[in-house]
């Protein structure tokens, strides 16, 4: 069965600090995997996307994220916090037309 | 524009009645999704269809039904059968499965129980 852990519900970083959420998954074949953003009382939209090409995807507003098979993980990451980056991020995971979110991570941006 | 259109953003549910969520799609797309969002627990799948008057239960179908009759519409109705049906709302699609495939979702629907 697929799953997919979300560490930190909640992370608090300032504004022009690294931004780092944490994602990771279980499979027993290789997954296609998503960071979704949602901003408040909103729906969930893409930011970026690994469907097995390129271990590094980059995404909109300035978010990367890795594959790493041996870590199994799939951490998103930004070099420099914005005010606007405040949000509720999901990772998400699909394997045979099967997906399945984390519980999701709140950013918040300190001044 | 295309997208995903939920109406209403906000409704009230009084005990016993049943309320219909609706759910446009213009993208052409041929699979649609419900899913529920509560705090902390992320999303969960209440129904999904992958093409027009088909439909499968997704892991929390009970106390919901769904209806597929036109590509572009999806709507949901919460019956009297759901016992905490306050939460919030969000239809989605996508182009084929979901697997490798965007998922795009509308700006959802509050529903609380007075």
């Known amino acids: 069965a697929q799953s997919v852990t979300q560490l930190g519900s909640h992370v608090s970083v300032s504004e022009g600090a690294l931004v780092l959420l944490r994602c990771n998954y279980s499979?027993?074949?290789?997954?296609?995997l998503f960071w979704y953003v949602q901003y408040p009382n909103q729906g969930l939209q893409l930011l970026l996307k690994?469907?097995?090409?390129?271990?590094l995807v980059k995404g909109i507003n300035g978010f990367e994220a890795e594959f790493k098979k041996s870590e199994t993980s799939f951490h998103l990451t930004k070099p420099s916090a914005h005010m606007s980056d405040a949000a509720e991020y999901f990772c998400?995971?699909?394997?045979?037309?099967?997906?399945?979110f984390g519980t999701g991570t709140k950013l918040q941006v300190i001044p | 524009d295309g997208g995903i259109t939920q109406s209403p953003k906000y409704l009230f549910r009084k005990e016993g009645q049943n309320v219909t969520l609706s759910c446009e799609q213009n993208?052409?797309?041929?699979?649609m999704y419900w899913y529920r969002q509560d705090p902390g627990q992320g999303l969960r799948l209440i129904y999904y269809?992958?093409?027009?008057?088909?439909?499968q239960k997704g892991d929390i179908a009970e106390g919901y039904s769904v209806s597929r009759e036109k590509k572009e519409s999806f709507p949901l109705t919460v019956t009297s059968a759901q016992k905490n049906p306050t939460a919030f709302y969000l239809c989605?699609?996508?182009?084929?499965?979901?697997?490798?495939?965007?998922?795009?979702f509308g700006e959802g629907s509050w529903l609380t129980v007075v």
């Open positions: 690994y469907t097995s090409a390129a271990t």
């Open positions: 989605a699609s996508s182009q084929g499965g979901p697997s490798g495939n965007t998922i795009y």
């Open positions: 499979s027993s074949v290789p997954p296609y």
């Open positions: 993208l052409n797309h041929d699979a």
């Open positions: 998400a995971v699909t394997i045979y037309q099967k997906v399945t």
């Open positions: 269809s992958q093409i027009v008057n088909d439909f």
